[in-house]
Structure formats: structure tokens, C-alpha cells
């Protein structure tokens, strides 16, 4: 097994993502690449420790060069201080969605059940139920792949979550009620893929990114009716949202009914989070 200092390994990941990324972002995507395969500090790199290289080290190097994402050539990434395992069949976690997790647990009562809707890697279900042990929590997803790694994920941090494979323009033939739903669906327009990065075009999965231009709150109205259904009394409905229709998905949750309906900024003060209620009556 080769080893080299880890200066020298920033080094290398810088210049062989150099195409892709501005500079200062290269060596960024680098220092984390160090943190997630060796848990090197940047102390750890000013002290110049070695690192023995994987014997597929210069494979993964390519697959960098190449422009696929960090996460998915490392196999995971942190979201909410824990780590997930991720694959090119899940979206990678963005840090907007913590705090859609900071946005249930701000609502969802003690011992509350809570079903996530679209789980992907499970890092809204599994972070949920690890930090407030007292959440009965479930996760649905549609892609069989990505279940598979959401178990993983909650095998490995040893948080009791329960996976359902199941459709959410499905769902009559599910059982369940619950005090919040929460989901972060499919938003992104297919004109916005003119706006987006190739490492995010050309390795995430388009299954869980894009809608319609046509159609593009077709996620929100089956939610939308799903949750006013299964929702308790009172409960409330949490969502991730396209900053660009803020508005529309406020009026649309009106127009089906919910009682009371919030739209919130994320840290980049973007229209990207929604909090709906269920009528108390």
C-alpha cells in the first residue's frame, strides 16, 4: 500500500478537479476528500501526516478528474454532523435540507410519528429519530436501490427507522396516520437545467431532481392531498421547495385546504421551505 503526505494528496485532488471547480473550491472539495477517507483534520494536513492511498486510489482520481461528484467517488458525506453512505441512485444531502430537519423537530411533538415521503439516502428519517429518539419514524421511497441504501444508512448509525417501498400518486392502498409529514420531492424544472452544474447533470439521479416544465408542482398537489388525508388532526406538513415557486405552493396549499401555511427562507435567504397545518376542527 503507497503512502504519501497528505499536502502533497491536496495537491493532486486539486489539480485533477481544476477544470471543474474555481480554485478555491478545488482545494475545498480537496480538504473534504481528506476528511471523508481519512478523517485528516487541517491540523492533521499542516503537520504534513501521511495517508495510505486504497489500491483503487488511482481510479478514484479519475472519476474526480472526470467531474463526478466528491461523494460519490469517496461513497459518502455528512449531513447533520453524521455520516451517510450515498450512491449515484440517491441524491447527495445539500446542507438547505438540514434545516428542514430543524423545521419538523421545531414541530413535531414529543413521541410524534413522522413519515418522510421520497427518503433517498434517509438522511431526513435517520437524523430525525438520532436526535430525538422519542419520534416514531417511517420513510417511503419509489426506487428499490435507494431503500437499499437508506437501510444501510440506518444499520450503520443504528437508528430505528422503518423503509417502505411505495409511491406517493400510489398510496391508497398504505395504512398509516401520522402527526408531521415531511418530504424534500423532485423540484427542479427541466428549463433550470440550463442553470446547473455538469457534476450535478450528468452523476445525480433525475429521478429524484427534475418535473415537468408543465407540471411542476405535481409533487406538492399529491402530497398535498395525501397529507390531508392521513395527516392527525392539526398535524403538519413539511417541505422542501423550488426557491422559484414559493408563491405557487403557498397558494396551492390554501386552495386544498391546509389551515395555516408558511413559507420559509433557507440560510441563503431563498424561498425554500414550507410548513403547512391540518385543520384542528
Known amino acids: 500500500m503507497k503512502s504519501i503526505a497528505s499536502p502533497i494528496l491536496i495537491q493532486q485532488i486539486t489539480e485533477a478537479i481544476s477544470t471543474h471547480y474555481q480554485p478555491s473550491e478545488a482545494r475545498a472539495i480537496a480538504f ?13 494536513i499542516i503537520l504534513k501526516k501521511e495517508v495510505d492511498l ?3 486510489w ?3 482520481l479519475a472519476r474526480l478528474a472526470a467531474g463526478e461528484p466528491l461523494q460519490y467517488v469517496m461513497g459518502k458525506t455528512y ?3 453524521h455520516l451517510f453512505f450515498v450512491s449515484a441512485d440517491t441524491l447527495i444531502p445539500r446542507p438547505e435540507t438540514e434545516e428542514l430537519v430543524d423545521l419538523v423537530l421545531s414541530h413535531a411533538p414529543e413521541n ?3 413519515l418522510d415521503v421520497g427518503t433517498g439516502s434517509g438522511c431526513i428519517p435517520i437524523s430525525l429519530k438520532l436526535e430525538r429518539t422519542s419520534l416514531v419514524v417511517e420513510a417511503w421511497d419509489i426506487s428499490t436501490a435507494a431503500l437499499g441504501m437508506a437501510r444501510q444508512n440506518a444499520n450503520a448509525l443504528q437508528a430505528e427507522v422503518e423503509f417502505k417501498q411505495q409511491d406517493i400518486f400510489d398510496w391508497s392502498s398504505s395504512e398509516g396516520t401520522w402527526e408531521v409529514i415531511v418530504s424534500n420531492p423532485p423540484y427542479v424544472t427541466e428549463e433550470e437545467k440550463k442553470e446547473m452544474a455538469n457534476h450535478v447533470l450528468d452523476y445525480e439521479p433525475h429521478l429524484a431532481l427534475f418535473v ?6 405535481k409533487y406538492y398537489e399529491a402530497l398535498a392531498d395525501f397529507a390531508l388525508e392521513r395527516l392527525r388532526t392539526a398535524g403538519y406538513l413539511c417541505l422542501e421547495i423550488n426557491q422559484y415557486f414559493g408563491t405557487q405552493t403557498v397558494e396551492l396549499l390554501f386552495s386544498k385546504g391546509f389551515q395555516e401555511v408558511k413559507l420559509l427562507k433557507d440560510f441563503k435567504g431563498n424561498d425554500r421551505m414550507i410548513v403547512a397545518q391540518k385543520s384542528g376542527l
Open 58 to 60: 488511482s481510479s478514484r
Open 54 to 56: 486504497p489500491a483503487d
Open 32 to 44: 473534504r476528500c481528506l476528511d471523508l477517507g481519512w478523517n485528516l483534520s487541517s491540523m492533521d
Open 79 to 81: 449531513f447533520r454532523d
Open 112 to 114: 410524534a410519528s413522522v
Open 212 to 217: 415537468p416544465n408543465d407540471d411542476a408542482l
